[in-house]
């Protein structure tokens, strides 16, 4: 069996350093998982990249990676490569002729690439269709959401259909929110839906005790820390969070900001101008550093726009850390209100200060036990047993 994790959308539409990026995509994560857990499995991440000229081959920690150059790339989600469905084609050319199993696991479905994986995508006994949600919108949803996209009406309504007629190939879709499931239930009922998000590693439940997490890192023992953690953006709820943070008057209260993306300057430009002096712009933070923040906060915030099922919130609870986020997307389906920690509205700054003040008169909970669905096992054993099914 061999099984290929494909991407269908650009890194470097999200980030600069989308070298980096590439290899830890969604579809890449997933197909180190499995070489882990299943080592004799044959799987190969491959990607499109719109910085690319030509097809590249890399090995990258033992995975075999195929980028392949895309011919048109107008925003993410928007863009097509046809060097990837020739490399596709052969894959079932061969699949075919010797009579084994190919397993085409696509990373995010409603993109144009996507459709035009589907389109030459065949349908047999030993070549498997599977598709991982990652909080895209069907086109009519999209419209719904942005009104500006009214004059691209009849190119919307063509892409809905494509969707229509292309979903039903699919073998198995994993979900991540309960619109999408409803969604797709509809457009392909004769697919299998079901709830799944990405995980976590194991090193996450190793927590490490607060007062040496924050020495390690120089933070104040008596201080509140609020972190964020992802990719700092309008749509991540950056202005209400900053807002709200304003609004805080008390000293002993802190933001700590960990991540990029394509708002960063502009945020930390924003805090600087409005004088929002308890709030900092930490950049990118990975690996052992990233689990020492987790550790030495006292609360994670995401007050995003939409999400689908955000890891970070996942890793926070790993940690024994509690979370304000929003009803939005797939988290009402990971946190129970006043449970791993409060759910509030979007676009709130208001809120988002309540649950602040209310959050931080936690006396400390035993919230890291709601996570264990979420290991990186757990998952990957449940996504084997379809492939091979």
């Not at 290899?23 to 991440?45: C, G, H, M, T």
């Not at 797709?184 to 997490?213: C, D, H, T, W």
Request: glycine share 4%; hydrophobic share 35%; aromatic share 10%.
């Amino acid at each position: 069996m061999k099984i290929l994790q494909i991407s269908s959308a650009s890194s470097s539409h999200s980030v600069e350093n989308y070298e980096e990026d590439i290899y830890r995509a969604w579809n890449s994560k997933e197909a180190y998982q499995i070489k882990k857990f299943y080592p004799s499995l044959d799987v190969e991440s491959w990607t499109i990249e719109r910085r690319y000229k030509k097809e590249e081959t890399k090995i990258h920690d033992g995975l075999k990676f195929r980028i392949f150059p895309t011919i048109f790339s107008k925003r993410h989600g928007i863009e097509t490569s046809l060097k990837i469905i020739d490399a596709l084609k052969e894959e079932q050319k061969k699949a075919i002729e010797k009579n084994e199993k190919l397993v085409i696991h696509l990373h995010e479905h409603h993109t144009w690439q996507s459709y035009l994986i589907l389109l030459f995508a065949k349908k047999r006994e030993n070549i498997k269709l599977i598709s991982s949600h990652h909080g895209g919108r069907s086109p009519l949803e999209n419209l719904k959401k942005y009104k500006k996209l009214a004059g691209l009406l009849p190119g919307i309504l063509l892409m809905q259909l494509f969707e229509r007629f292309f979903f039903r190939k699919v073998d198995i879709f994993y979900s991540e929110t309960k619109d999408e499931t409803n969604y797709l239930k509809r457009v392909a009922p004769k697919s299998k839906v079901i709830f799944q998000s990405m995980g976590i590693e194991e090193e996450y439940f190793k927590n490490e005790k607060k007062e040496l997490a924050r020495k390690k890192l120089g933070l104040k023992k008596e201080k509140k820390y609020l972190l964020f953690l992802g990719r700092v953006k309008t749509t991540k709820g950056m202005r209400e969070l900053l807002s709200a943070m304003k609004n805080i008057k008390e000293k002993n209260i802190e933001l700590l900001i960990v991540g990029l993306g394509a708002d960063y300057e502009f945020f930390k430009n924003y805090a600087e101008e409005n004088k929002i002096e308890n709030t900092k712009f930490l950049g990118p933070i990975y690996g052992d550093k990233k689990l020492l923040y987790l550790s030495a906060c006292d609360c994670l915030i995401l007050p995003s726009y939409t999400e689908s099922c955000p890891v970070s919130l996942m890793e926070a609870i790993a940690r024994n850390l509690p979370v304000i986020a929003t009803n939005v997307g797939g988290i009402p389906l990971m946190i129970e209100n006043n449970r791993e920690g409060i759910i509030i509205k979007p676009r709130s700054s208001e809120e988002i200060t309540s649950a602040i003040k209310e959050i931080l008169k936690w006396k400390k909970k035993d919230i890291k036990q709601y996570v264990d669905r979420y290991r990186w096992k757990s998952i990957i054993d449940n996504t084997v047993k379809d492939y091979k099914n």
